[in-house]
């Protein structure tokens, strides 16, 4: 199971970047994806979450300014993140609970990408 995370860059703040996500390899279900973001010498922090259902959760800091999404058939997810701030530079990574036949479900988790926002 492979998951690809892209759509960073440097923006001004104010400015949006859209984020994407698409798992791939043998896959049952997903169940809950999630994005989350490390800033320069910051721990990991859980951004945003979707269940399979569609349920969503925010951090504080981004509530209201982030929205997550996925499309389950094509095992993508995004993130489309509005009036960006620099202290939501890092890098961000996509991790998700993957049941694969004849396993156990466990996370998985991609390669981030780096978002810059700065004037």
């Known amino acids: 199971v492979q998951l690809q995370a892209c759509g960073g860059g440097v923006v001004q703040p104010g400015g949006s970047l859209r984020l994407s996500c698409a798992a791939s390899?043998?896959?049952?279900?997903?169940?809950?994806m999630r994005w989350n973001r490390q800033g320069p010498g910051n721990q990991r922090e859980l951004v945003a979450s979707i269940s399979s259902d569609g349920v969503t959760k925010y951090a504080a800091s981004v509530k209201g300014r982030f929205t997550i999404s996925r499309d389950s058939a094509q095992k993508t997810m995004d993130l489309q993140m509005n009036d960006l701030r620099p202290e939501d530079t890092g890098v961000y990574s996509c991790?998700?609970?993957?049941?694969?036949?004849?396993?156990?479900?466990?996370?998985?988790w991609g390669q981030g990408t780096l978002v810059t926002v700065s004037s």
């Open positions: 991790s998700a609970d993957v049941l694969r036949p004849g396993y156990s479900p466990r996370a998985y």
């Open positions: 390899g043998r896959i049952f279900r997903i169940n809950e």
